[in-house]
């Protein structure tokens, strides 16, 4: 299963790229978030047992996870990257790295603690459906995408302005440094 789960990223990706050209990466990602919580919801109603009929139904949902899985991360980064403003990229994938270990635990802990307390594996495994719509609700509170480009569009321009600024002028320095040395050196030659 998790092999079926590994190679089903790959069309993933593919429907990630193609999905953040047609309704742009947020939306995308939300998309995806929904696309995953319900396929492991319905994995949770529909898989009772150990019945061969189960088995099967389990390869074709780690197929599904594996789909939205790898459309759900290269959304989620393409989102990152667009609305970071130009001079800040470290600072803020820093965050989002450090979020991402801090909270990503969480799911996993839930799941365990309620497997560990002998309640049915289905609802464990549903639990990681409350995190995926938990986070898609989120999203919704982050206002618009295309006003978030214009803003890190106009900040960036200023940053790159002011960058160029600083570095014409550093330059302008070097330059003169280097007549002053010319000049000091044919003085001290004649």
């Known amino acids: 299963v998790s092999l079926t789960m590994i190679f089903a990223n790959l069309p993933g990706a593919l429907i990630s790229k193609y999905m953040c050209r047609w309704v742009n990466p947020l939306n995308s990602f939300r998309l995806a978030e929904l696309g995953f919580a319900l396929t492991n919801a319905l994995l949770c109603i529909t898989v009772t047992g150990s019945t061969s009929k189960d088995k099967n139904l389990v390869y074709m949902y780690g197929a599904l996870i594996g789909v939205t899985f790898g459309w759900m991360f290269p959304s989620q980064r ?113």
Do not use: H
């Open 78 to 190: 393409t989102l990152c990257v667009a609305i970071i403003p130009k001079g800040q990229e470290t600072e803020i994938m820093g965050l989002i790295m450090f979020f991402g270990q801090v909270l990503g635990w969480l799911p996993a802990f839930v799941f365990t603690a309620i497997n560990e307390r002998g309640i049915n594996m289905r609802w464990g495994l549903a639990s990681v459906s409350f995190f995926l719509v938990t986070s898609f609700l989120c999203t919704l509170m982050c206002g618009s995408y295309e006003d978030a480009v214009k803003s890190v569009e106009l900040s960036s321009e200023k940053y790159i302005a002011e960058y160029r600024r600083r570095s014409d002028f550093e330059g302008e320095d070097v330059e003169k440094g280097d007549d002053e040395r010319a000049k000091t050196a044919d003085t001290a030659a004649e």
